[in-house]
């Protein structure tokens, strides 16, 4: 790639415990070291911080604006409206089912509509393990801004969905990320965010070859993105139920009005019961009629899984760097 030709990637992302900025470093290095691509970083901040470690009620208070894609206020996010990128890589954290409110606010912004229109996009997601109804939210909103989407890459928590259901609230409410018992640590594991720079390598060669100009996915076989068809389904649910309580919760006033707590604890109770029964019963009828229904489930999966897919076959290509 000739010097005065460099491509030019756009990085946009928010992190609040650093998580999701250290899988971005680890994805982006291949990028920083290529003499053929300039990487130039966007850090999303509200006006007003989100608390960490959250407390009970600023952490359930967020829930009705993110769901219902209410933007905060972002502070100057550092980009000209005529600025033109080759690739952008958007990195975004789930807040309940939904693209957390940063990367709303973000995604709906003037700036965004003209900086990612015509734009080949790459999501990347780091959040607990449902990211489903919010990456078709984040399609749309892409969508909304002409932009396209090449590529998506996710991340889980590490542990069973079981233990990150213990560890994951455990270290958004106390700060607390170690191990404990018999629960692995909170978070994704440090392996899998330092084995991220495959796809970082993967970019690079992808875009040398001018493969962002396709349309084409550059990540597939890479293992980018691996859907669970039974916890989609308890996303669904869950989706259904919050907008519902979401749009009764806005009814008793804005974010952080006393009025709301209330309904808030009513509607925790209702979550938590509604986790402890319907999505473990849901998940296990699922899987006893999986065989009757295995042509639907893998279309969803597969589905869900574009454009990148959950294909490993180029993984001995891109080795691990860091
Ligand atoms: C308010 C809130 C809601 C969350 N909801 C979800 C969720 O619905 N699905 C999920 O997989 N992870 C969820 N998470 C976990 C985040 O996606 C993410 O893993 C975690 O906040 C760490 O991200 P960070 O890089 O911002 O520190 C939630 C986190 C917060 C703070």
Redesign the pocket.
Known sequence: MPLDHKKRVLVVH????????R?VSSVVAPLREAPGIEVKFVNLETKNA?P?P?SFFS?FD??PE?VYLDPPELKNIGLREDEKFDLILLAY??????P?LPVTAFLKSEIAEKVLRDTPVVTL???????AM?QETVKQLLAACGAKLVDNVVL??QGSNLASFVT?PR??LTGKKDAFWWFPPA??ADEQIAEASRFGLAMREGLAADKEKTGLPMLSGLRAVTADVGLIKSEKT?YRSFRIWGRLIRMFGAPGDPKRKPVLLIYVVFLLVLIITVVPVNMAIKRLLASRFREKHQAMKEYYELPSGSGEERMDEFQCQN
Do not use: E, H, K
Not at 14 to 21: D, R
Not at 93 to 98: C, E, I, M, P, T
Not at 125 to 131: A, K, L, Q
């Open positions: 928010y992190s609040q415990t650093g998580q999701l900025s899988l989100y960490f959250w952490f967020v829930f993110a954290q789930v807040w309940f089912l939904a957390s997601i780091g959040c607990r393990n449902m990211w919010a889980v928590d994951t270290w958004l978070g994704i869950g």
